[in-house]
């Protein structure tokens, strides 16, 4: 009579068990993420809506008591009130403007800057491209004084090219596009190369085409950060009908002196147009944000 031998025991895994695992902590890391993203659209949401909420009270109510969210008379007088004091027409022009103006040099003057350095050789490229970094820290405020002077020797100020000139080069801008420029196939520039094409027409024809992500997002920061710039236009332009929106409200904000209403009626026709911006071109902005590698 033998004796069967009965095979050993193994413990079987279940195969759904470290799937279930990682989904489970996918789906915390997403919770996680939403009640972050949540939060911080919170804090940049929470000061606008009390501007807005602020801006069309009763001045003898915001007076009264400025931290009260509601009120059962809304009104527009404070916006009224901007429009009479100020010359609101002409501040937005002038914004547009030069906001335009600098944002289309910058660019163009970044790109160029930033193709020479990532596409061409030449002796001394990365010595130039550690020296155009190190004016990131060079404060802007250093160099306000000369600027002030070489454009008052050139009879600039109260012009539009006094406020936009200064404020074309733009050091971040060229780095974005260097590391944008930076990833583009070099076999593709040198076939363009091998085709007789020149170095603009290459930049022209090649380059540019493929770079309309970081040239959405280099676009967009420029032009905010113009359109947000106060101190110098008002260094440059004492004409009110040349002032730019920041300048101008602050002009109206003195007229007016302390009420709130007016205040934050200024800070929500100053924030309109940006708003506008993001709302118009978010996806472009996600797009060269993720094309560049901007953090």
Sequence with gaps: ??????????????????????YDAERLFNRVALGVLVAFSLLWLVPLAWALATSIRPAQEVITDPTNWFT?????AAYGDIFDAGKLPYWYANSFITSILTTVL?????????????????RGRRTAFMMLLAGIMIPGQVLMIPQFLALQEAGLLNTYWGVVLPQVPNVVAVFVFKQFFDGIPRELIDAARAD??????TYRQIVMPISRPVISAVTIFVFVGVWNNFLWPLLVVTDPEMMTLPVGLTSVQDVFGVPYAQLMASAV???IPLLAVFALFQRRIVEGIAGTGLK
Excluded at 112 to 118: G, R, V
């Design 1 to 22: 009579m033998t004796a069967t031998a009965t095979p050993p025991v193994t413990e079987e895994r279940t195969p759904t068990a470290e799937p279930r695992r990682e």
């Design 72 to 76: 059962a008379h809304p009104t527009l």
């Design 106 to 122: 910058t660019v163009v003057a970044g790109s160029l800057a930033a193709f020479a350095l990532s596409q061409t050789r030449f």
């Design 196 to 201: 007789g094409a020149s170095w603009l027409r």
């Design 269 to 271: 026709l100053g924030a």
